[in-house]
């Protein structure tokens, strides 16, 4: 029953975790959307986020199936910015619990640090 649970926890972070195909260009156009490859380079850490739709798995001050992004900022610093967009690009277990993060590995280098440097914004004061 445990291994059932778990492998459809995992199933639901793996679908979850895709690639929106489309974003917003802006919040005054709603409905005038972009490719969302071809948006990403002009988008805040935050943004990007959005768009991957992390959300099935994080929230902002909330631990659902990982973590909240709260609790990764208070964990980490500056100096992990490198290691944690290693992280979201490759996946990774372990830290957390036993439910693995998929990897992202559509997500480029920059975009994932960006990425990370918003979460550390969030830091508890």
């Known amino acids: 029953m445990k291994k059932l649970f778990l492998t459809g926890i995992i199933g639901l972070c793996l679908i979850s ?3 929106k195909e ?3 260009v802006d919040e005054a156009s709603p409905g005038k959307t ?3 490859g071809a948006a990403k380079g002009n988008l805040s850490g935050e943004q990007i986020i959005e768009s991957l739709d992390c959300s099935g798995c994080h929230a902002v001050n909330e631990r659902m199936i990982g973590p909240s992004y709260q609790e990764i900022a208070d964990k980490y610093s500056e100096k992990d910015i490198e290691l944690l967009a290693s992280k979201i690009i490759e996946g990774g277990s372990g830290v957390w619990g036993s439910v693995p993060m998929a990897p992202h590995p559509q997500v480029p280098k920059e975009e994932a640090k960006k990425m990370v440097e918003y ?3 969030l830091k508890k004061k």
């Open 119 to 121: 979460i550390l914004t």
């Open 17 to 19: 975790c895709s690639k």
């Open 22 to 24: 489309n974003v917003s």
């Open 34 to 36: 972009v490719d969302a």
